[in-house]
Antibody, heavy 118, light 110 residues
Framework: QVQLVESGGGVVQPGRSLRLSCAGS????????MQWVRQAPGKGLEWVAL????????NYADSVKGRFTISRDVSRNTLYLQMNSLRAEDTAVYYC???????????WGQGTLVTVSS | QSALTQPASVSGSPGQSITISCTGT?????????VSWYQQHSGKAPKLMIY???NRPSGVSYRFSGSKSGNTASLTISGLQAEDEADYYC??????????FGGGTNLAVL
């Protein structure tokens, strides 16, 4: 069955970097687009970034553009989110999701908590 | 990338039907048939309930249905059950090649 497992979250100081990973299994990784979505404590869902099924395009929310980079390693069946210049407002649970359509993400990881604090 | 507009809360009794609206603009909801709906129980990952306006993923109950008219999409839940109590979020692809979520609607089953 399809499974997504995130890792890499933790506590980091403002201005520092962190890389999240999302390991996929149970499907052909290279056939699907994926995204990152985050949820600040007590808040709603916020879209962060997506990478197209063929890996040729990436899109970002304005709030992270220029600071975050989404990428994937098909050989490792792993999606990444490189987060630079972190801010307190980036504190959230980060979820990865696998698509069933351009904007329909059917499978999700368990989430990984990123806390940006000095 | 302004958030889509959803009511903060809705409620219904078991067996009843409710509808949650999701209002966007001609740049997102009105631009494409790429509206999706997610259910989220507290502390859990989101669950896809509807995609491409009205398609249900495998395993999602027929009681959940979606529609769209102009810049407003809707999620209807019929035959409300206690387990439907959760937060619901709409989402749309935009003509800026981005994705935008609504603020979320808390559904209470009274």
């Amino acid at each position: 069955q399809v499974q997504l497992v995130e890792s890499g979250g933790g506590v980091v100081q403002p201005g520092r970097s962190l890389r999240l990973s999302c390991a996929g299994s149970g499907y052909i990784f290279s056939n699907h687009g994926m995204q990152w979505v985050r949820q600040a404590p007590g808040k709603g869902l916020e879209w962060v970034a997506l990478i197209w099924y063929d890996g040729t395009r990436e899109n970002y929310a304005d709030s992270v553009k220029g600071r975050f980079t989404i990428s994937r390693d098909v050989s490792r069946n792993t999606l990444y989110l490189q987060m630079n210049s972190l801010r307190a407002e980036d504190t959230a649970v980060y979820y990865c999701g696998r698509d069933v359509s351009i904007n329909g993400f059917e499978f999700w990881g368990q989430g990984t908590l990123v806390t940006v604090s000095s | 990338q302004s958030a889509l507009t959803q009511p903060a809360s809705v409620s219904g009794s078991p067996g009843q039907s409710i509808t949650i609206s999701c209002t966007g603009t001609s740049s997102d909801v009105g631009a494409y048939n790429y509206v999706s709906w997610y259910q989220q129980h507290s502390g859990k990952a989101p669950k896809l309930m509807i995609y491409d306006v009205s398609n249900r993923p495998s395993g999602v109950s027929y009681r959940f249905s979606g529609s769209k008219s102009g810049n407003t999409a809707s999620l209807t839940i019929s035959g409300l059950q206690a387990e439907d109590e959760a937060d619901y979020y709409c989402s749309s692809y935009t003509n800026a090649n981005a994705v935008v979520f609504g603020g979320g609607t808390n559904l209470a089953v009274l």
